[in-house]
């Protein structure tokens, strides 16, 4: 590991030499200390000093562009954010906008798509939903412009959670609806139209507006004809009974029932449990005046 760090070091060295020295053609010393900077990262990489790689990786980006050569530049800023997720999310994170602003620039808005969704992974990491959503948000609409439906349609479902999650319900049922409308002219999405009716649903429970979540589902069987004959649509309708009923021993039931044949996921439980604890208030709130 040792002799890595050595040969790093000494290849850096090599590459700050070529820069500082005169050249008679002005871009060949940068592509001669890029050479020598790629080969120093490498040899970083392999002793795990992933802060050192990083750093070269930002050094070899900045030889890129001077001499105008931006596709290589924003690979090396995408090598240099990959060594810093093993230390530091938000030097990645510094990272990948400098590569997604160099592909934009270049107009592959595949690519900048791509490293746009990756900063919204990491501050999904980071527990920062308000800026995941942002960049989720940016990549769907740069994957969309691309045509690349699926990737805009999983950018679109994330953004959607993350509205649900931050209590923005009227977002996050608006886009949910949105994408299960245009799935269904599409014969490879439209199977994963109930899912999507089911997550808008959910969010509107959690609105607790019972007349809301009825004309919904009348809304969903419009736009769905088969909607009205899933397992689904009887779990969104039985709720819809119970919190109308006022009955939270009815809600928990049917949460069970359903959870007993097909697993709920950790984000629509999170949400079945605030529309319980807003249904169980209410019956305490209700015992409380009588």
């Given at each position: 590991?040792?002799?890595?760090?050595?040969?790093?070091?000494?290849?850096?060295?090599?590459?700050?030499?070529?820069?500082?020295?005169?050249?008679?053609?002005?871009?060949?010393?940068?592509?001669?200390?890029?050479?020598?900077?790629?080969?120093?990262?490498?040899?970083?990489?392999?002793?795990?000093?992933?802060?050192?790689?990083?750093?070269?990786?930002?050094?070899?980006?900045?030889?890129?562009?001077?001499?105008?050569?931006?596709?290589?530049?924003?690979?090396?800023?995408?090598?240099?954010?990959?060594?810093?997720?093993?230390?530091?999310?938000?030097?990645?994170?510094?990272?990948?906008?400098?590569?997604?602003?160099?592909?934009?620039?270049?107009?592959?808005?595949?690519?900048?798509?791509?490293?746009?969704k990756e900063i919204g992974e990491l501050y999904e990491t980071e527990q920062d939903f308000e800026r995941s959503m942002d960049y989720f948000e940016r990549a769907?609409?740069?994957?969309?412009?691309?045509?690349?439906?699926?990737?805009?349609?999983?950018?679109?479902?994330?953004?959607?959670?993350?509205?649900?999650?931050?209590?923005?319900?009227?977002?996050?049922?608006?886009?949910?609806?949105?994408?299960?409308?245009?799935?269904?002219?599409?014969?490879?999405?439209?199977?994963?139209?109930?899912?999507?009716?089911?997550?808008?649903?959910?969010?509107?429970?959690?609105?607790?507006?019972?007349?809301?979540?009825?004309?919904?589902?009348?809304?969903?069987?419009?736009?769905?004809?088969?909607?009205?004959?899933?397992?689904?649509?009887?779990?969104l309708a039985d709720l819809a009974a119970a919190i109308d009923e006022e009955d939270v021993e009815k809600f928990t039931s049917v949460i069970k029932e359903f959870?007993?044949?097909?697993?709920?996921?950790?984000?629509?439980?999170?949400?079945?449990?605030?529309?319980?604890?807003?249904?169980?208030?209410?019956?305490?709130?209700?015992?409380d005046l009588t």
């Open positions: 590991m040792g002799d890595q760090i050595g040969r790093g070091e000494e290849f850096e060295k090599k590459a700050e030499k070529k820069l500082t020295g005169w050249s008679l053609f002005g871009s060949g010393k940068y592509e001669d200390a890029a050479d020598l900077y790629d080969k120093s990262a490498n040899c970083y990489k392999l002793s795990k000093s992933w802060e050192k790689a990083g750093a070269v990786y930002i050094k070899l980006a900045n030889c890129h562009l001077k001499s105008e050569s931006k596709h290589e530049a924003a690979s090396a800023y995408v090598d240099a954010a990959n060594c810093y997720k093993k230390i530091s999310p938000q030097e990645a994170i510094s990272c990948l906008n400098q590569a997604m602003n160099l592909f934009l620039e270049i107009g592959r808005l595949n690519m900048a798509a791509r490293y746009c769907a609409d740069l994957f969309q412009s691309e045509e690349v439906t699926t990737s805009a349609n999983q950018c679109k479902q994330k953004v959607a959670q993350f509205a649900a999650q931050l209590e923005q319900y009227p977002k996050a049922v608006e886009i949910f609806e949105a994408i299960a409308k245009h799935s269904m002219n599409n014969n490879l999405l439209k199977y994963s139209v109930k899912g999507i009716l089911l997550n808008a649903g959910l969010c509107q429970l959690c609105r607790g507006d019972v007349v809301a979540i009825t004309n919904s589902l009348e809304r969903y069987e419009e736009m769905d004809p088969t909607f009205s004959g899933t397992r689904e649509h009887k779990f959870d007993s044949m097909t697993r709920l996921d950790a984000w629509k439980t999170s949400l079945l449990l605030k529309a319980k604890n807003a249904l169980k208030a209410k019956e305490e709130e209700e015992d």
